[in-house]
């Protein structure tokens, strides 16, 4: 995840942003971090979906099979 001070300045440049135009380094440093953002939130949504497992109230699995199959792939590689 990115840090604080990452997070911090992504806000300050859309707040910044909303006020004047922002300078060429500050929309290419702006749009870095916003790629890294979502990098990091991709890849942390990505090992909660692989952690999961659905059953209904018998307790039968239905977790849907195209995530089976994800999971079992994503345990291979390991």
């Known amino acids: 995840?990115?840090?604080q001070e990452?997070?911090?300045r992504i806000n300050e440049l859309a707040?910044?942003?909303?006020v004047e135009p922002l300078t060429d380094a500050e929309t290419a440093e702006q749009k870095e971090?916003?790629?890294a953002y979502l990098?990091?939130?991709r890849g942390?949504?990505?090992n909660q979906?692989?952690?999961i497992k659905i059953v209904d109230e018998e307790?039968?699995?239905v977790t849907p099979e195209k995530l089976k199959q994800a999971q079992e792939e994503e345990r291979n590689k390991q």
């Open 1 to 3: 995840m990115l840090s």
């Open 6 to 8: 990452q997070l911090d």
């Open 15 to 18: 707040n910044k942003s909303k």
């Open 33 to 35: 971090l916003r790629t």
């Open 39 to 41: 990098e990091a939130f």
């Open 44 to 46: 942390s949504f990505k």
């Open 49 to 51: 979906m692989m952690g």
């Open 59 to 61: 307790g039968t699995d």
